[in-house]
């Protein structure tokens, strides 16, 4: 399995240009990161008064950092070097908790000896 840490993944359409690269299906993860009783008091005071939102600010970039992170696993697991079009779906606090669906295209770089066993360049 690739290392995780080292998946690409880039927002764009099209994956780097210096090197030809073999695209792949869609790759889709869900995460839900609960949040507690006490943060969600605070914040319905919060958004009862008015102001930032802290502790959900937070929250949702915590469910963020893991949908990126639990992304990257995945595309590993799959064989890919990275991923194009990543987007992000519907990033909600929900009650208890925060949902987001992150999705892309995996992409493979293709190495020079398949390219030569293919009759191509890299």
């Known amino acids: 399995m690739k290392d995780p840490e080292s998946m690409i993944l880039i927002s764009i ?26 943060r969600d008091v605070r914040e319905m005071i919060t958004n009862a008064l008015g102001g930032r939102m802290v502790r ?32 992000l779906a519907h990033p909600d606090i929900v009650a208890g908790g925060a949902e987001l669906v992150v999705y892309a295209t995996g992409f493979r ?9 293919q009759g191509t360049d890299v």
Do not use: W
């Not at 929250?59 to 987007?87: C, K, M, N």
């Open 13 to 38: 359409e099209t994956p780097p240009a210096d090197r030809e690269v073999e695209m792949g299906e869609l790759v889709c993860v869900a995460v839900v990161q609960a949040s507690n009783v006490i």
């Open 56 to 87: 959900y600010e937070t929250l949702l970039e915590t469910t963020l950092q893991r949908g990126f992170a639990r992304l990257r696993e995945e595309l590993a697991a799959r064989g890919y070097d990275g991923a194009v079009g990543v987007r």
């Open 109 to 117: 770089f293709r190495d020079a000896e398949a390219a030569q066993a």
